[in-house]
Every structure is written in structure tokens, then in C-alpha cells.
């Protein structure tokens, strides 16, 4: 096998996700108006101030232009041949499975999410979100004894409105970019958690994404609030089937800690990223963002994103409290023609904030894999500090890897570190490992595994399992 | 064990080994002595499998098989080891990972059991004072931040853990301070035994003073010019290179 064989081979493997459930669809006609807006709010039964929120960001979209900043290149989108409510025909009862489309239930099933009780992922509360609507939330009965509220994002503004009146758009306002702005407008599902004062969640928290439908977009909102002295850690994951046509993703995340809450968020992104020419994919334009509101707290984001056709995601923290720490790990992996603009963004506001910024490229094939981040020091954040890794590695010589680190200090007494590499498996690195009796294959992957390394260590249990095998990484066991 | 016939090889189109003829056989320990640019370490690379390097001609038989077409991982599964003059450094990837694994596919090759992690740390633990290694070595990056004597040290570790038939070692002496070249001398003492072959590429004679060769190969512009016992690296020492006259 050939130097690039093996590389191809481990970077390269088939997408396992790709298949489409076949289940009835009450789908909304194409385009966008305000009529569709108060469709979508309608069916869902929303109060008034939503459909308000809506109709607003609505708006203030039609007004916005499509950033043309990112490092990325599509043909435009036409918004107006999208279905902006897609949601499989049998209702959901709250809290049954049986009314739910058992081909959807199949379909979890064979992602490896299972839904039914009896076969529960150990200690994780998931939430099932199936194009446009989320279809079933495990383990609601033992997250509510111990106060914390984990439900779809519908159901929470219809029964905790003054909660979400409070909390939606206030990191992510409506009109903060323009794809936050269309979610804001059309967003149609996604969950909601609140952990309340005091509370450390007692399980992991997961969303699990699912667009079936070919004609569709998918726009979730999520909204994690931690009280004071509360704590969570939460799991997001994404798979679609293979179409030739390119489908948009646009979601919005909003976290929320307040005095010495912390919040962990991790992403592990399989959407189907087109194939070797670069037809079909989704393309993921993503709003993800996190403020540290009170003193002493702690917002992490782990990112690993592995899909998409074009990813454009950049999860951030304000430091706004004293004290508060925020941190993002990632690692992006292009192959193809896939391409991504990812990176962070840390906004130092209080005193004494902490950042850290962890992120590794990883480009094969054709692509290009660009990071882009922002460090912000605000007047008041006396003793601010930062300290930023961002490591590219290159597999073959037909990708592209890039750096656009920007740095703004508005105040002497911070410090920022920043450090960067890029390399190349290079020919020696393999011969090496060969040389002590490795097949070339496995010297491939376990040169990724090192690269890759101080990211997934950030991972829950069950998504670092999830991670490496996607990076087709044999891991055996790390005792030794 | 090792017969090298007529080898030519070249990199980039530039032939660098013109015609070599040696044989190793089990036990003994060749030292391979010569100027900079004499094609010493290509010697051992193209042995060991380096895929930047083409055999032209001739034949490389390890104990029988021509292996001058074999991936470099199968012949190191055969039991050829090879000492890297410059060990790469493999960032995130923990000693003890890189040594199991490797352990593990040379055993599966041979159709025994593989060790687990906790058997591994029992046998590993067991080598580390060949080379006078702390433990802590083993949870580092391979190589990562390693000084020179340590990189060494760890080659020879790994040569000790692996427990390869034919042993490469280039130029492991270059670098090294008085002790760690005693370190690493005492090491190779300790591993080899009546059933291996050496091979040791050096430049200087003063890692002979450590570990005694049955034999002195001279090798100038590709070819063997000279070959002897023991007192030929002496000789070197005191005469340099240039006075080795060519002896065909």
C-alpha cells in the first residue's frame, strides 16, 4: 500500500450515517415570508412574545447580507427554496415512546442513540431531534427530582416561558449575524436545559441531531442556563443522509452561567460532508456562544468536527464575571473538498479571566481548514490572560491549512500567549513507527491519535469512544 | 542471518551504495566505520526498508528470504531493528503505546498471544534499567523533548523491549557524553547474544572501546574498501581515513 493509500484510508472512511429513513413528512411549502414565521409559531402553539422575537429577527435579516469574510467559497443560497418546517407526520406523546414512528426509532437505533427505555445509554439524558422537531427526551422523570428542567426547546416555551422570555437571544442577540438572525426568525426546534441553584446535574445531558429530510433545513436552538454553583455537562451530536444537494444548517446556541456555575459542552459533528468532488453536503453555519455572567464561573467548549460540507463555527465565551474561565478545544478534520472556518472567540470583560484555546487542524485531500479566532481584552479586565495553541497538520499536498489569529488588548496588565505549528506526517514519522513493526496503516492513525491527543482527553467517556473511531483511530486502552 | 550481495541503491536517481558484499551471521558484531558521506547510515536505511530508498541490484537475504522488496514493517516484524541515528519525535503518543503496539504485532506475527496493558507494563518495567531509564519515560511522547542522550537511550530501549534477531545501530554513538555512551554501550552489551547479529555504523572508534566488534568493514564512496578484525579501527583512529588505501 502506498504512502497516500494508507493516509486515504484512515482519513477516508466510507460515511456510515448516509442512509434516509422513509417516514411521512407535514412539510411547510419553500420560501420564506412572514406568513411561514407565524406558520411556524402557530403550529407551535407559541406564545405571543415568540412569534414577536421572530417576526423581529425576521426583519433584521431581510436587511443583513450574507458574510463573505470566512475563508470559504459556495455558490449563493437560494433562501427561498428551502422548507423551513419539516417534521415527520406521527405526533410524539411527551412522554411515550409509542406514538413515536418506530422507522424514526429505528433510525436512533441504527446511529447508536437508542431511544426505547430498556436500552438507555448509561447515565446520558438524551434528546432526539429529527429534522425539524425534537421526537423524544429520555430520562425526564429522574432529571426533574433532582430540579433540572431538560426538554425540547417547543415544549420549554409553552411551559416555561418567563425562563425562555429571560434568556433567548440574550447572548445570541436576534440580530447578531446573519445566520443567527434566520434561526432566530425560523427556528423550529432543539432543547432546552436549566439546572437550577446549587445543582450538579446528575447525568450528561445530550442532543442528537437527524436531518432525513432532502428538502429541508435544519435550525435548532439550544439554551443551557446554569444557576448559581450549578454544573452540567452536555453532548451534542449530528448525522445526515447523503444527498446530492447541499442543505443548510444554521443553528444557535446560547449557554448561560451565572456566580460559580460551569458549564462543559461538547460537539462531536458527522454531517455528511458531500462526496470526493464535493457534491451534496450540509453546510453548517452555526452561532455558538457562551457567557460567563457570574463570578467564578466556567464555560468549556470541545469541539470535533469531522463533517459538513462547509463549517463555519465559531463557539465563544464573554468573560463578563470576575474570575471566570473560558476554554475551547477543537479539532477540525477536512478531507475532499471540504472545507472550514472554525475557531473562537474569547471576550475578556472582568477581572482575572482566564482563557484557554486549544485547536488542531487536521487537512487531507483537497480541502482547506482555516482557524480563526479572537482574543479580546476589555479595559476593565485587569490580570486578564490567554494562552492559545493552534496546530495544523497537513496529509498530502493539495490541502490548504490557515491561521487568522486577531488579538485585541484594550488593557496593559493581560497576557497573551500564542503558539502555532504546522506539520506534515511526514515520511520519516511513518518509516519510524514502520520500523518498530507497525503496518503503515496503524502508523498513520496513531501519529493522528498523538496530534489529536490533548483534545479528546477534554471528550466525555462515550463521545471520546465516538471521536476515535471516527478518526478511525485504534486506541487499545491507554493504561501503561 | 544477514547476506548483503552486490547491493546498489540510490535516492533521487543518485546512486549512493555501489556494490556491497557482507555477511552477518549470528553472534558476531560488524562495525561499519567511514568518512561523512560514505553511504554508512543509507547502509542500514536500506536494510531496515526506507521507502526513499531503491535497491538497483544485488540482493539483501535475511536468514534465506530476499527481503530487498518488503515494506519496512515487515521486516522489522522479521526481527530487523533498526537504532535511528536521528529518532523522530511522535508528539502525543506515549512511550509505552508505541513499544505495545509494536510488541504486540511482532508477537501476533509469530502467532503468539499479545500482551495486555497490564502484562506490557510488567515486561517493559523489566528493561528499563538496561538503559538506566526512570519509568516517568514511559508515559512521555516518543521521543518529545528528549535530549540527545535520551533519544539514544530510548532507541536502545526500544531495541531491548522489541528483542530483534538483527540489530542496526546508527551512529547511536553520536552525540553522547562519556556517560551516557557508557549507559548505552552497557546496554547493547546486555542484549546481544549468540543468536543475534549487529551491525553498527559509527564514525569514530571510540564506542569500540565499549563493544568489542568481530569485525572492522571500511566503506568509502559506496563500496567496502577495507575489511578486518578489531585493530582495523584502531588503525583508523591513528592513520584518519584517507590513508585507508583502496584493496581492489
Same mark, same amino acid.
Request: glycine share 8%.
Given at each position: ?34 406568513? !411561514? ?26 436587511? %443583513? ?62 434528546? &432526539? ?26 415544549? &420549554? ?45 446528575? %447525568? ?21 442556563? &446554569? ?37 462543559? +459542552? ?16 450540509? +453546510? ?102 490567554? +494562552? ?17 489569529? +486577531? ?8 497576557? !497573551? ?49 465516538? &471521536? ?13 | ?38 553511504? $554508512? ?110 533519544? $539514544? ?42 543468536? $543475534? ?52
Amino acid at each position: 500500500m502506498s504512502e497516500t493509500d494508507a493516509l486515504d484510508s484512515v482519513v477516508s472512511q466510507p460515511y456510515k450515517y448516509g442512509f434516509k429513513t422513509e417516514v411521512e413528512y407535514d412539510d411547510f411549502p419553500r420560501g420564506l415570508n412572514e406568513d !411561514i414565521i407565524r406558520m411556524i409559531s402557530q403550529r407551535k402553539g407559541e406564545p405571543d412574545f415568540m412569534l414577536e422575537f421572530r417576526l423581529k429577527a425576521y426583519r433584521n435579516w431581510l436587511t %443583513m447580507k450574507e458574510p463573505t469574510w470566512p475563508n470559504v467559497d459556495y455558490p449563493p443560497v437560494d433562501y427561498n427554496n428551502i422548507i423551513y418546517y419539516s417534521a415527520p407526520k406521527k405526533k410524539p406523546k411527551l412522554d411515550s415512546l409509542d406514538e413515536v414512528d418506530p422507522a424514526i426509532l429505528e433510525t436512533y437505533e441504527k446511529l447508536g442513540i437508542p431511544l426505547h427505555e430498556q436500552k438507555l445509554l448509561q447515565n446520558v439524558a438524551v434528546d &432526539a431531534v429529527f429534522d425539524s422537531v425534537s421526537v423524544a427526551t429520555t430520562f425526564r422523570a429522574k432529571l426533574a427530582e433532582a430540579g433540572v428542567i431538560f426538554c425540547s426547546i417547543s415544549e &420549554a416555551v409553552k411551559d416555561y416561558p418567563d425562563l425562555i422570555k429571560k434568556y433567548i437571544g440574550s447572548v445570541v442577540p436576534a440580530n447578531d449575524n446573519y445566520f443567527a438572525a434566520l434561526n432566530s426568525a425560523v427556528f423550529t426546534d432543539g432543547s432546552f436545559c436549566y439546572i437550577p441553584k446549587g445543582v450538579a446535574c446528575p %447525568m450528561e445531558l445530550s442532543t442528537y441531531f437527524r436531518i432525513n429530510n432532502e428538502e429541508s433545513g435544519q435550525f435548532e436552538r439550544t439554551l443551557i442556563v &446554569a444557576e448559581e454553583g450549578a454544573s452540567v455537562s452536555y453532548l451534542e451530536g449530528c448525522t445526515a443522509p447523503m444527498f446530492s444537494k447541499n442543505q443548510l444548517h444554521a443553528a444557535v446556541v446560547e449557554l448561560v452561567a451565572l456566580d460559580n456555575a460551569e458549564i462543559k +459542552y461538547s460537539t462531536v459533528q458527522n454531517w455528511y460532508s458531500g462526496d470526493k468532488n464535493g457534491v451534496g453536503g450540509i +453546510y453548517n453555519f452555526v452561532t455558538k456562544r457562551g457567557i460567563c455572567r457570574g463570578v467564578n464561573s466556567k464555560i468549556s467548549w470541545t469541539q470535533v468536527e469531522t463533517g459538513s460540507a462547509i463549517t463555519w463555527k465559531y463557539p465563544s465565551v464573554i468573560l463578563q464575571g470576575d474570575n471566570s474561565i473560558g476554554e475551547f478545544y477543537s479539532v477540525a478534520v477536512t478531507n475532499d473538498k471540504m472545507q472550514a472556518d472554525t475557531g473562537t472567540k474569547m471576550i475578556h470583560l472582568g477581572k482575572n479571566t482566564r482563557s484557554t484555546i486549544i485547536s488542531k487542524g487536521i487537512s487531507a485531500g483537497q480541502s482547506n481548514n482555516s482557524y480563526r479566532g479572537l482574543v479580546k481584552i476589555g479595559k476593565k479586565a485587569d490580570g486578564a490572560r490567554n +494562552y492559545s495553541v493552534c496546530d495544523s497538520m497537513l496529509i498530502g499536498d493539495q490541502c490548504g491549512a490557515h491561521t487568522f489569529p +486577531y488579538i485585541e488588548s484594550a488593557n496593559s496588565t493581560a497576557s !497573551i500567549e500564542h503558539e502555532a505549528t504546522t506539520s506534515k506526517i511526514g515520511e520519516d514519522q511513518i518509516f519510524y513507527l514502520q520500523q518498530r513493526g507497525l503496518d503503515e496503516e496503524n502508523a498513520v492513525s496513531l501519529i493522528i491519535n498523538g496530534f489529536v491527543k490533548e483534545v479528546f482527553k477534554e471528550l466525555p467517556m462515550e463521545f471520546a469512544v465516538e &471521536a476515535t473511531k471516527l478518526l478511525s483511530i485504534k486506541l487499545e486502552g491507554s493504561v501503561g | 542471518m544477514l547476506q548483503i550481495k552486490n547491493l546498489h541503491a540510490s535516492v533521487d536517481g543518485i546512486e549512493i551504495l555501489k556494490g556491497i558484499n557482507l555477511e552477518i551471521k549470528a553472534g558476531e558484531v560488524h562495525a561499519i566505520m567511514g568518512p561523512n558521506g560514505s553511504g $554508512k547510515s543509507t547502509l542500514s536505511k536500506v536494510v531496515a526498508g526506507h521507502p526513499a530508498y531503491e535497491v538497483t541490484q544485488g540482493e539483501i537475504l535475511f536468514e534465506g528470504t530476499d527481503i530487498a522488496e518488503l515494506d519496512a514493517d515487515e521486516r522489522a516484524r522479521m526481527g530487523i531493528f533498526l537504532a535511528f541515528q536521528y529518532p523522530v519525535e511522535i508528539p502525543g503518543v506515549s512511550n509505552s503505546m508505541l513499544m505495545r503496539q509494536a510488541y504486540n504485532a511482532i508477537r501476533r506475527e509469530h502467532g503468539e498471544e499479545e500482551l495486555d496493558p497490564l502484562e506490557f507494563d510488567d515486561y517493559v518495567h523489566k528493561k528499563l534499567d538496561l538503559v538506566e531509564m526512570d519509568p516517568k519515560f514511559l508515559d512521555r511522547s516518543v521521543n518529545d523533548g528528549f535530549s540527545g542522550g535520551e533519544k $539514544k537511550r530510548n532507541e536502545i530501549l526500544q531495541m531491548a523491549v522489541l528483542n530483534p534477531k538483527l540489530a542496526l545501530l546508527d551512529e547511536t554513538d553520536s552525540g553522547l557524553d562519556i556517560d551516557a555512551l557508557r549507559i548505552v554501550s552497557n546496554g547493547i552489551n546486555q542484549i546481544k547474544s549468540s543468536d $543475534k547479529g549487529v551491525m553498527l555504523v559509527t564514525h569514530y572508534q571510540r564506542i569500540l572501546n565499549y563493544i568489542t566488534p568481530d569485525y572492522v568493514h571500511v566503506l568509502k564512496a559506496g563500496r567496502i574498501v577495507k575489511s578486518g578484525g578489531k585493530e582495523l579501527a584502531l588503525e583508523l583512529e591513528s592513520q584518519g581515513y584517507e590513508e585507508v588505501e583502496e584493496i581492489r
